[in-house]
């Protein structure tokens, strides 16, 4: 049976494409660790393969012998919030399923149901855990998923339980507990019924370590396209690498979902007769781009919590330096997967640089009367003048109302300015965008085929637009951002690049504001655009 490249759920290696989770986690650290009778923490980004890493070392553990390992999901306690009783009981009852499903132990429920049903809630747990120590005739290794997923005064009572067993480990509780979930537990951020705030590391100080799942590396990707080639005889473009690389950084969903874009979801290629090429691959990258996948969906809700708002206000304005984000929101929203922190700052790759302004213009994108083809020359090409002319008209008379209409006001003026771009060139280029903590300015590359029928195998029109915001003297601000533009124009081999910078001052008139000229740097002639 041919094997697919897998977008839900735990890896099944019969299956599934795949690459073994130990592969990419350093399982000799996690050894040691659970042979020091260590707690510690497993955390990674959504989607990675954290449960399918935690379901292959219970198998190992188990396959070697020496302990009793067991996984356990326990994200349906989210929803009991600060009702202890209820969350304890879904976490007891989600441990003892899975006891039975993997190792056949049924004394666990039996237990439950009996001398457990009355013990108190605040207790139920860890005298589980005592009694399972008690009757194994092995050391015990638990595997908590979704661990950060429970909420309030639940999550407490869990991990305080957890604290409360430890001194009597192994004999008396599991051996090595490992927390898995999306978090460090330092941001563990706990709200408990008496609206009290309790950190992680304060309701379970016993944690030894915390490792992080990390994403493929460009030789993983490669190993994993090429077990489809070798089961299947279809090959992949060299080009693509390159452009897979950049687009996902190895992020195991996305390297994934676009190869089954691009070998299943294109019927065409089913016949494994044909090459993707990298004219596929683009396409499959904007299907998965507007497919707004479950992966993508929860990507762009986190975009609401304040602590991620601050940080990606900042990278999208490029106006904040790292001093004036807290570290421990740039940690968190790094742990999220959202960002990497070296050697740069930036979002983490590129697919994601484009969804998060896509997502937060998309109601503004969609609302916009625009057309393309007020914008097309005879010859098919884009006129930037002209269109850019239209952009400083539509934002002296849309700005204000449009902004606020924003989450993210800070970067608003770069926001409208990528909603009106987008909105002209959907279906036909592409925009591309360029941003970081503190650059002080959005680059945007616009990629438009000159030929329809030739795409981007033809003549392709390559326009650099740098956007800044007005601090400080004109003149300064024009003489640092015509020699970044020009940089960028010469880097993206554009053959046109224009600066527009916007005013915020509100005791300046829109007259004032509105400019445009032509200025000539390094022998290029960029034009200049005030908003």
Excluded at 5 to 22: D, L, R, V
Excluded at 38 to 53: D, E
Excluded at 69 to 97: F, H, M, S
Excluded at 154 to 182: D, E, H, K, M
Aim: glycine share 6%.
């Amino acid at each position: 049976m041919e094997k697919f490249f897998n977008t839900a759920g735990p890896m099944k290696a019969e299956i599934h494409y795949c690459i073994p989770s130990f592969e990419r986690i350093d399982w000799d650290e996690m050894q040691v660790l659970i042979a020091s009778q260590k707690y510690f923490l497993l955390h990674a980004p959504r989607q990675t393969g954290k449960t399918s890493a935690l379901l292959e070392m219970m198998q190992a553990l188990n396959e070697a012998g020496k302990y009793r390992a067991l996984y356990a999901n326990i994200e349906g306690a989210q929803a009991a919030r600060n009702d202890v009783e209820a969350g304890i009981a879904t976490v007891c009852n989600a441990l003892v399923r899975s006891a039975d499903v993997y190792l056949q132990e049924k004394r666990l429920s039996a237990w439950l149901n009996a001398e457990g049903k009355a013990m108190p809630a605040q207790d139920r747990f860890s005298a589980l855990l005592a009694h399972w120590a008690g009757i194994s005739d092995k050391p015990i290794v638990l595997f908590l998923d979704e661990a950060d997923a429970l909420i309030g005064d639940t999550l407490v009572s869990l991990l305080r339980q957890i604290r409360a067993g430890y001194a009597q480990r192994p004999n008396a509780f599991p051996q090595s507990i490992v927390l898995c979930g999306l978090r460090d537990i330092k941001d563990y951020r706990i709200h408990v019924a008496n609206g009290d705030v309790i950190t992680g590391g304060s309701a379970f100080n016993i944690k030894a370590e915390s490792l992080r799942l990390g994403n493929f590396t460009e030789t993983e990707v490669r190993a994993l396209y090429q077990q489809h080639t070798t089961a299947t005889g279809q090959t992949f473009a060299e080009a693509i690498f390159v452009d897979v690389w950049a687009d996902t950084r190895g992020q195991p969903w996305l390297v994934n979902a676009l190869a089954h874009e691009m070998t299943w979801k294109d019927r065409s290629a089913r016949d494994r007769a044909t090459p993707i090429t990298l004219e596929r691959y683009l396409a499959a990258r904007e299907r998965l781009i507007y497919s707004r996948a479950t992966h993508l969906d929860q990507l762009t809700d986190k975009l609401r919590e304040p602590r991620v708002h601050g940080v990606i206000s900042a990278l999208l304005s490029g106006e904040q330096t790292e001093l004036l984000v807290p570290h421990d929101d740039l940690q968190y929203v790094e742990d999220l997967g959202l960002i990497v922190r070296k050697p740069q700052m930036r979002i983490s790759n590129r697919i994601y640089q484009e969804i998060i302004p896509r997502e937060l213009i998309s109601v503004t994108q969609d609302t916009m009367v625009q057309q393309q083809s007020w914008y097309l020359s005879r010859e098919r090409r884009l006129d930037l003048p002209k269109l850019l002319a239209a952009f400083q008209q539509f934002f002296r008379e849309n700005s204000e109302s449009w902004i606020e209409r924003f989450d993210y006001k800070e970067a608003g003026p770069q926001l409208l300015m990528q909603a009106f771009l987008q909105r002209i060139i959907n279906g036909g280029g592409r925009l591309n965008r360029e941003y970081g903590l503190g650059r002080r300015r959005t680059d945007l590359l616009i990629e438009w085929p000159v030929n329809e029928a030739e795409g981007f195998h033809g003549e392709v029109q390559r326009i650099v637009i740098e956007l800044k915001l007005l601090r400080g003297a004109l003149e300064t601000v024009l003489e640092k951002g015509l020699r970044q533009t020009a940089e960028y124009a010469d880097a993206a081999q554009a053959d046109e690049a224009h600066l527009v910078i916007f005013n915020r001052d509100a005791a300046v008139s829109w007259d004032d504001k509105i400019w445009h000229q032509g200025r000539e740097f390094q022998g290029r002639m960029i034009g200049v655009w005030g908003a």
